[in-house]
């Protein structure tokens, strides 16, 4: 059991969570991690990469000259490889690079990736995140406040919203996403997790609706 410290966006501190480690993951599996973030980025992948044959290359097939008695090297038509402008011999095509790794593998990567956020202390609980208007000012100030304006930032909140969606979006370093759709990649991409008391009270629901499902 851990006592996590609650903070306002202000950086006061106005209260602690009680939570336990075991509820998160019993442990952390780096090479689960590992498989399952390579096959977040191979799914990531832009397989669209094509060049053209020799027969999409527009031109005559008919030999350039005759084989012999010229006194030249043999050659054949204009779009072949050898020629600049010839089509390549190997050509690219477009590929599928995604796969998918089991789904409960995928859940449990989730949720290791969480508890390693905890296990380094890389982890801030704010008890709302409150943005009237989109404003970036007011993400980075509360940011600073916190005391994690110089690193990169995943927010995560229980719900929709918005507002701070549109006032983050401006920050290259912040990443803004609901409870529900955390995964290890988003987790694991971001330095620090700051995260609302309801966000937290979703992901430690979590398990027992995945068990009963």
Known sequence: MVSLPVHNQAGQQVGTYELDLDEIAKG?????????VVMYEANRRVGTARSRS?????????????????GRARMGPKRS???RGGGHAFAKLPK???YRLPRKAIKLATRMALLSKFQDNQVTVVDTWSVAEPKTKVVVQALKALGVGDKSCL????????????SARNLQTVTVSTAAD????????????????????QLRRKPAAEAAG
């Open 96 to 98: 599928d690079w995604s």
């Open 155 to 166: 927010l995560a909140v229980d719900g929709q919203s918005p507002a701070l969606v549109k």
């Open 28 to 36: 952390v599996n780096k090479q689960l991690l590992h498989d399952v």
């Open 182 to 201: 955390l995964n290890a990649y988003v987790l694991l991409h971001q330095r620090q997790l700051v995260l609302t008391k309801a966000a937290l009270d």
């Open 81 to 83: 490889p050898i020629r």
């Open 54 to 70: 020799r027969g999409e290359i527009v031109g005559s097939t008919k030999k350039l000259y005759k084989q012999k008695g010229t």
